[in-house]
Nanobody, 127 residues
Framework: QVQLVESGGGSVQAGGSLSLSCAASGLAFSTYAMSWFRQAPGKEREFVAAIPWSGRLTYYTDSVKGRFTISRDNAKNTVYLQMNSLKPEDTAVYYC????????????????????WGQGTQVTVSS
């Protein structure tokens, strides 16, 4: 049984930082691409960042470039999202996803390509 468990969410003031983790079990973690998406109330699930199996490349949506960093530790079956300089518009439930690898970065922006999802962790940024 595949499980993805996010942690590290919380409430922070604008300009602050949070570090999210997603621990995976029940799958060959090192062979999957991993991603972070987020969903704010009343909005669609939105791509945030992705990292293919090797971790040598990373992809980000424009609004988080330079502020967020995705990384992975295949020995620990864990993917991370370091979020700095947080803004109120970053407020959302953050989900990690596991899916196939692709040579095309734009592939990772599509939520339907992912095989597995976590339950999400709430991030709230106040102004």
């Amino acid at each position: 049984q595949v499980q993805l468990v996010e942690s590290g969410g919380g409430s922070v003031q604008a300009g602050g930082s949070l570090s999210l983790s997603c621990a995976a079990s029940g799958l060959a973690f090192s062979t999957y691409a991993m991603s972070w998406f987020r969903q704010a109330p009343g909005k669609e699930r939105e791509f945030v960042a992705a990292i293919p199996w090797s971790g040598r490349l990373t992809y980000y949506t424009d609004s988080v470039k330079g502020r967020f960093t995705i990384s992975r530790d295949n020995a620990k079956n864990t993917v991370y999202l370091q979020m700095n300089s947080l803004k109120p518009e970053d407020t959302a439930v953050y989900y990690c996803g596991a899916g196939p690898n692709s040579a095309t970065g734009s592939y990772y922006r599509n939520h339907w390509v992912y095989d597995y999802w976590g339950q999400g962790t709430q991030v709230t940024v106040s102004s």
